[in-house]
């Protein structure tokens, strides 16, 4: 599964909202990755994320697999929004 998504945060993907994501993406077995110009990192690794610098506009990819993608892509997506 993939989703596609636009950051409306101010800050980007800050700290805060990076740490909310690793909690999220934890909940659910999927893999998980965030994509983001050509790089790909761990969704459940907040340095992982916090080195892409993802900024204020940015479109992003979250691309999971496994039995409940649908479910932790679904989860992200609302919580990124």
Do not use: C, F, P
């Not at 989703?3 to 409306?8: G, N």
């Not at 690793?22 to 990192?41: H, I, P, R, T």
């Not at 610098?53 to 940015?58: F, H, S, T, Y």
Request: proline share 0%.
């Amino acid at each position: 599964m993939t989703s596609v998504l636009h950051i409306k945060n101010t800050s980007g993907i800050d700290a805060r909202l990076a740490q909310q994501i690793v909690q999220k993406a934890s909940e659910y077995e999927a893999d998980m990755v965030l994509s983001y110009l050509g790089k790909e990192v761990d969704l459940k690794s907040i340095l992982g994320i916090m080195s892409l610098a993802v900024l204020e506009g940015a479109e992003i990819e979250i691309i999971a697999k496994g039995n409940d993608a649908k479910e932790a892509i679904d989860a992200l997506a609302q919580m990124i929004k």
